[in-house]
């Protein structure tokens, strides 16, 4: 079975434009959540999708969005960037019939902002 | 908010000894408690967890014990190597009637000295 896909793996863009980064889960795993990781800062959670809603909103300004598409396919949007959206941005699938089902990563985008 | 306090950042040991992680989380909702082990360049892994039923649950060298009056909970690995080098996280997960909500603490960077 493939592992979670996310494109692209790295991106550099300039303060002010936007940027969409997208994460394919695992086949049937309808569940995707996105973090992201800073030195320091650990995994801070941004979003969970589940069936094209979101479901569960981390502490993070509007700027921050994402959907969840019928395929369970996710994509992430930044807008206005600023120079502390430097990260990885890893988003995880799971299963969702249970709190123990395990979260599934996927290898980050490597986002840089100039 | 919900936050998972992780101690320590830093940790360095000698291959053979042990190491232990301690964590704290603020919702005392939550019911799951997954470690992931993340090596350099990599993404993150689940290497154990435990229910918020369950007071211990060991696996090989590694165990994880939890006290739910206390909201701590602790990683212990056994007889390190220097393969266990990497960063360590802890995380909390809450059921929500909408679904899951996780919260990692920051890691803890493992250095094992051959």
């Known amino acids: 079975k493939a592992g979670v896909t996310q494109t692209p793996r790295y991106l550099i863009k300039t303060r002010g434009q936007q940027v969409t980064l997208s994460c394919s889960p695992i086949?049937?795993?309808?569940?995707v959540s996105w973090y992201q990781q800073t030195p320091g800062q650990g995994l801070q959670f941004l979003f969970e999708?589940?069936?094209?809603?979101?479901?569960n909103k981390g502490n993070f300004p509007g700027r921050f969005s994402g959907r969840q598409f019928s395929n369970s396919r996710s994509e992430m949007n930044v807008s206005t960037l600023e120079l502390g959206d430097s990260a990885l941005y890893l988003c995880a699938s799971r299963k969702r019939d249970r709190v123990e089902n395990e979260q599934f990563f996927g290898p980050g985008t490597r986002l840089t902002v100039l | 908010g919900e936050n998972v306090e992780q101690h320590p950042s830093t940790l360095s040991v000698q291959e053979g000894d042990s190491a232990v992680i301690k964590c704290t989380y603020s919702?005392?909702?939550?019911?799951?408690f997954p470690w992931y082990k993340q090596e350099l360049g990599k993404r993150p892994q689940l290497i154990i967890d435990i229910r918020s039923n369950v007071g211990e649950k060991k696996d090989q060298r590694i165990a994880v014990t939890l006290n739910k009056t206390a909201k701590h909970f602790s990683l212990h690995i056994t007889e390190t190597q220097p393969e266990d080098s990497a960063v360590y996280f802890c995380a909390a997960t809450t059921s929500y009637t909408g679904g899951f909500k996780t919260i990692f603490g920051a890691g803890t960077r493992l250095f094992v000295k051959a």
């Open positions: 086949s049937g795993h309808r569940s």
């Open positions: 999708y589940f069936s094209e809603t979101q479901r």
């Open positions: 919702d005392s909702a939550s019911n799951y």
